[in-house]
């Protein structure tokens, strides 16, 4: 058995009797592996509680410590009381740490924001160093997992915002769902609080032993993360910079320090050794957006960011592709209706100065700088006050703010530039109509000789439909391996289907150019 389907056996052990808990069992685990702590935000009867009990099943005799927080909790309920008996023989304060916080394996404090000053210092070092000074002596925990839980946020300007901090992972857990999951549980007479010890049922096949933990933590260590993955999270970090917030116009800066970077990374490793490989993968980053929101108005908008950024490169691949094979189609159509008014006899626009390749220059209309694409006007209707103008749109050129471009379509919904203004289009032999303005069009002037564009612009030797599906094989290998990470929610399959679907029809609408250019199609 290797080990991710040891993990995976394990997990499906632990969610036996839980109802749509995965994700926060999941990553808990992940959490405990990687050494971090997770902290759970909801209202109370969600089942927080049932998650850190299920985490102290997956090792062998686990101690575990739960505590509820309130204003008037001391340090002695937490981390034990002080030792009358070595106070007395010793002079010495410490504390009688046994069956408290300092000697358990997994800790649950519930409201911990509810804790007081002192509480709150001591964890720091616990959840950052796993250390604990009693007395005289600083001691090592055993601690490898604590679960924080609270229906709140912590209260910005006490101070807690060190703490906040320390939790990697913030689950944002809620009331069951489905219904069918909800009439499991209510149906369900199996009571988690008199359940005869899971911890015997197989616990051989699917627990961890503190040996095996001490081992998988340098395996864990030796996990390299190659430069995609590096690439991967410049382009997450830059985009937190300006996450887009539903229902408003404004961008919200989300800050991550680095302390948190530095332990993504510890758990990006785990995650890749959970999966059997010794190199952090693309799909490893995942269930980060889990780390990086500060603001549960922010979780879905991060997932959709970290989603994006797992296909940035085919999406950038992409769009290279259409690129090229808009440039390839214009120069095809340009010469396809210069040839066919060579074949037609038709000499009227043979003076007119073709501007980069693919323009006619509209005269003394704007500020002098305003063209129309070549085929656009060639195709175009003689002035005729009895018929209908053609339609077109008018609109700034997203690559040069000082030239208006005018199009001519037959459906204007094609248009997709921003800013355009819809027109109406005539033409004669020396003159365009804009809204039935007439504007001559530039000649070449006596002496001036036209560039022919064709001379230094030939279609790509490009096999298009090759390269699309390429990176629609590609595309569709990351998706599959998305949704097999064990850490992945039905959730995040979701998001990801919905986000590759806008993608999938990028791809189209180019496969659609291919045709266009390859036989011509409309």
Known sequence: MNIKQRIQLLLSEMNRGVYEK??????????????????????????????????????????????????????????????????????????????????????????IWKAGPAIQNTLLTVINEKLFRNGDRELRLPLKLLVAASNELPTQGEGLEALWDRFLIRIVST???????????????????????????????????????????KEISKITVPSEVLSCITTIRQNLTKVDMQESELHRNVYVSDRRWKNIVRLLKTSAFVHGRTEVNITDMLPIYHCLWSEPDECAEIRRIVIRSLFALYVKDIAAITSSLKSDLKVSRVREALDRARLNGDRRDDDLLITDHFYYQ????????????IVDYKNMKEYNAKDAPAMGVMYTDPLNPKRTIIRAFSDISQMKEEGAERITLYRDDRHLYINGVRFPMRRLKKGEEQQLWFGNLSITDRDYEAELEAV????????????????????DVASIVQYVATIRKEIAWARVDVRKLCYGDE
């Open 175 to 217: 009331c069951i769902q489905q219904e069918e999951a909800f009439y499991k549980m209510l149906l369900d007479d199996c009571d988690e609080r008199n359940t005869v010890d899971r911890q015997n049922v197989h616990a051989s096949e699917w627990q961890i032993s503190n040996e095996e933990y001490d081992e998988w933590q």
């Open 472 to 491: 629609t094989g590609k595309i569709n290998r990351l998706v599959q391996d998305l949704s097999e990470n064990i850490f992945a929610s039905r959730t």
């Open 362 to 373: 509209v005269e003394n209309h704007g500020t002098g700088n305003t063209y129309i694409f």
């Open 22 to 111: 995965e994700a926060e069992i999941g990553l808990s685990l992940l959490a405990a592996l990687a050494g971090e702590s997770i902290l759970l935000l909801g209202p109370p009867g969600v089942a927080k509680s049932m998650v850190a009990r299920r985490l102290k099943e997956a090792f062998v005799g686990a101690r575990a410590f739960e505590y509820l927080m309130s204003r008037f909790s001391t340090p002695d309920e937490i981390f034990g009381p002080v030792s009358i008996s070595r106070l007395k023989e010793s002079d010495k304060y410490e504390r009688a740490i046994e069956g408290y916080l300092p000697t358990a394996d997994v800790v649950f404090l519930d409201e």
